[in-house]
């Protein structure tokens, strides 16, 4: 009779375990939308007004697409809209009272051979007129750093450039460059910027989120903008804007990459895809992962149907969406732009 009881309540504690594996499976639920009209990689994406915007895109030769594209949840199809008026690439984004914000990049270079030359430029655009202002340039030039929003300010940390006294104009793999530390806010009501403490990891195509008034820059790459030549790295470092300082390091990132999607929803800052390399590996990834400041932990969600660097991605609601992006490793010898818009549904 015991040994009947307690086989009834291992069962009992089998179907209790299933049930909730059930329900996280359906709370964590991926579905495809539908296709990026012209498909490309190093686009970047932000919500407004209840849609998904990407920009950019980087077509064979370096040179920017410059294009913008507007997604609508409600009829599940994208709008072109007008170009953003400067050829770039590499760009930081983020929204801020329904507008959305540009700083940086690299554009084409002036003269010469093929490269990114690092710009200070900053825009601002407005989803419901369709329209772009220039604002006051970044003291900075670089390009693929973060943009966070905090207390009404933007906060443009990290990415690349060339070294400190340079005469180079551009960056390029076989040139001397670096990851920059540079941290920089913006203030849209004075159209002016100053200069913050600098991050103490150096690095460029990372992800960042803001959670409980911090700031969090998580991953990206060291060294140099390309990964052909740079290092990604797990590495999570936390600011706080109040008083300008840099905590301790917080836990890594479960899978080393950079050149991610991002986005913040509900305290806990989601990274998606990406790509490394070493010697012996080039690779794209399809994981996504999750860190809670609150409880100091990452969470291993489940990935994408397709693996892929240069990504965009934005929240809109509880959902979190992946946009196009190049599912080879940088120097592959392959090129292969996905139109995939996947969807991954939150509780």
């Given at each position: 009779m015991v040994t009947a009881i307690k086989l009834l309540r291992l069962m009992l504690a089998a179907l209790l375990a299933a049930s909730f594996l059930v329900s996280v499976a359906h709370a964590q639920k991926w579905s495809r939308l539908a296709p990026f009209p012209e498909p490309s990689e190093e686009i970047w994406g932000a919500s407004a007004g209840g849609k998904l915007y990407v920009f950019g895109g980087l077509a064979p030769g370096w040179?920017?697409?410059?294009?913008?594209?507007?997604?609508?949840?409600?009829?599940?199809?994208?709008?072109?809209?007008k170009n953003i008026p400067l050829g770039m690439h590499h760009?930081?984004?983020?929204?801020?009272?329904?507008?959305?914000?540009?700083?940086?990049?690299f554009k084409y270079p002036d003269t010469g051979k093929p490269g990114w030359q690092p710009i200070d430029n900053a825009w601002e655009y407005d989803p419901a007129t369709d329209t772009w202002k220039a604002l006051a340039p970044m003291p900075t030039k670089r390009g693929s750093s973060n943009a966070v929003v905090h207390g009404?300010?933007?906060?443009?940390?990290?990415?690349?450039?060339?070294h400190p006294g340079s005469k180079e104009t551009f960056i390029h793999p076989a040139r001397p460059h670096r990851a920059v530390d540079a941290n920089e806010v913006y203030d849209p009501t004075t159209n002016t910027w100053e200069k913050r403490s600098p991050m103490p990891t150096a690095r460029n195509h990372a992800a960042a989120g803001m959670v409980n008034n911090k700031i969090y820059?998580?991953?990206?790459?060291?060294?140099?903008?390309?990964?052909?030549?740079?290092?990604?790295?797990?590495?999570?470092?936390e600011y706080d804007p109040v008083t300008d300082q840099w905590g301790a390091l917080r836990p890594p990132m479960p899978t080393t990459r950079s050149a991610v999607a991002s986005g913040t929803y509900r305290g806990k800052i989601y990274v998606a895809g990406g790509e490394d390399q070493d010697s012996r590996k080039l690779s794209a990834f399809r994981a996504v992962e999750a860190f809670d400041p609150v409880t100091n932990t990452w969470t291993i969600l489940p990935s994408m149907?397709?693996?892929?660097?240069?990504?965009?991605?934005?929240f809109v609601g509880n959902r979190l969406h992946l946009v196009s992006g190049d599912a080879q490793s940088a120097s592959s010898g392959a090129v292969t732009h996905v139109e995939f818009h996947d969807v991954l549904e939150l509780p």
């Open positions: 040179k920017p697409m410059s294009m913008v594209y507007e997604y609508d949840p409600g009829n599940d199809g994208w709008t072109k809209k760009v930081a984004a983020v929204e801020l009272n329904g507008k959305i914000y540009m700083f940086g990049g009404g300010k933007i906060y443009v940390i990290g990415g690349a450039s060339m820059i998580i991953a990206g790459r060291i060294g140099a903008a390309f990964i052909t030549r740079g290092s990604g790295v797990n590495i999570v470092e149907s397709f693996p892929r660097h240069g990504l965009a991605g934005a």
